[in-house]
């Protein structure tokens, strides 16, 4: 454990910039911190060399291992052996359980091969090194200066988003980061929103929401509004008003902006989005999960699962497809769902995993915990109905905000 020896985010001024609350995490971890600049700032292309043929007859979600990674191995090992991070027993404990876990999935998923293995270590290895780091600089300088990497990375993903837009406009027509999903994109501005309420970040706010209405995802929206509502009740009346104000003229001035002037492309959008047919089957994952249903009854998953990340392997000889909002036949990438996704993975280990969440949420939640209770809230919910955990830039950067969680918690109430 590390001592937080630097600031206490719960009493500094608040005067502090954001720029000035990044430029000391920047020189505390400087190659850490750039080297997530650089994967955030990614192309598409970059990670992905055949972009259109990636989901395409494959067995598991893979790795995409590149120099970006070993860049940030490289980085954050630096940090280990200087002690920035420092592994406490309880640390220990969680990584050798974790990994002890994800290797009994292994017994039955040998026949996929060495590439899957090394594809799940890498997996692994993004999230442990991501998670600790953003741990370490909440015990070092604070929950609030910790933030700041977040918010800047999402500043730079907001960009990358232009430029997707610019290539898909007339397409998909919703917005999101280059290297990611529409729902992973609007997850991380779900969060950066409501840490930028909650810091009364006014600029943050604004390209939030936007941003976030931009991704036309009703999950995150909605999960959006919950945590807000939640986090209010503990507001005075007069702020209660404020926010619910703020939040309502912005909604209003997207929605009239987009009716008229977005043109036929939006409007057919928003008519798509609110679709009653597409909600009442949740686009589709109500058929999803009845397959999963079925599968599990079929007694086709293993006691310790069928092997982590390797869902993909089980639609694919199960054949699973739906027709999509567009009438187009498709088979899905994955189950829709952490819990479907781990528990078939991971078989009846996954309920540690479970736990943990379940647990995190629930002592956030009952001692005021923010915005730690913010992340673990909205990663439960809206893995489990976006399942975005589990591309590259994807994992970077929930692990990144796990991390800054956990760390908001342990340093706070342990």
Not at 108 to 123: F, K, S
Not at 244 to 265: C, K, R
Request: with cysteine; glycine share 4%; charged share 15%.
């Amino acid at each position: 454990m590390i001592v937080n020896n630097e600031i206490n985010d719960n009493h500094s001024n608040q005067s502090v910039s954001l720029w000035e609350r990044f430029s000391k995490c920047l020189k505390l971890a400087p190659f850490p911190i750039f080297s997530l600049v650089a994967y955030m700032s990614l192309r598409s292309t970059q990670i992905f060399p055949d972009e259109g043929a990636i989901f395409i007859n494959k067995l598991w979600h893979e790795a995409f291992l590149g120099w970006y990674d070993l860049l940030l191995i490289f980085s954050i090992g630096i940090c280990f052996l200087s002690g920035l991070i420092l592994i406490d027993k309880q640390d220990f404990l969680f990584i050798v359980t974790l990994t002890f876990i994800i290797s009994l999935s292994f017994f039955d998923a040998l026949e996929l091969g060495d590439r899957y293995i090394i594809d799940t270590l890498v997996y692994l290895l993004r999230f442990i090194l991501v998670f600790y780091l953003a741990k370490g600089l909440v015990y070092r300088l604070g929950a609030q200066t910790s933030e700041s990497v977040l918010i800047v990375l999402f500043i730079i993903l907001v960009l990358s988003s232009i430029f997707v837009a610019q290539q898909q406009l007339g397409e998909l027509n919703r917005i999101y980061a280059a290297g990611m999903t529409v729902a992973s994109s609007s997850q991380v501005a779900s969060i950066v929103c409501l840490i930028a309420l909650m810091r009364k970040y006014k600029l943050i706010i604004v390209i939030s929401i936007i941003y976030l209405f931009l991704t036309f995802s009703r999950t995150s929206v909605l999960v959006s509004l919950i945590l807000f509502l939640i986090y209010s009740r503990k507001l005075s009346l007069a702020k209660k008003i404020k926010y619910y104000t703020i939040i309502a003229i912005l909604t209003s001035i997207f929605v009239v902006i987009l009716l008229n002037y977005g043109g036929d492309l939006y409007t057919s959008l928003i008519a798509n989005r609110t679709n009653i047919d597409e909600i009442s089957t949740l686009n589709s994952r109500e058929f999803i999960w009845d397959n999963a249903l079925r599968l599990l009854q079929s007694e086709r998953i293993p006691i310790l699962g069928i092997g982590f990340n390797a869902t993909p392997s089980l639609i694919k000889s199960a054949n699973i497809v739906f027709v999509d909002s567009y009438g187009q036949l498709q088979s899905p990438e994955h189950f829709h769902n952490i819990f479907i996704e781990y528990g078939f993975g991971l078989g009846i280990f996954s309920l540690f995993i479970f736990y943990y969440m379940f647990k995190r949420v629930w002592q956030t939640f009952k001692n005021n915990c923010y915005p730690a209770f913010f992340i673990f809230a909205s990663f439960l919910i809206c893995q489990s109905a976006d399942f975005t955990f589990y591309q590259p830039k994807q994992v970077i950067i929930w692990s990144l905000m796990l991390g800054l969680a956990e760390g908001q918690w342990r340093s706070e109430h342990e």
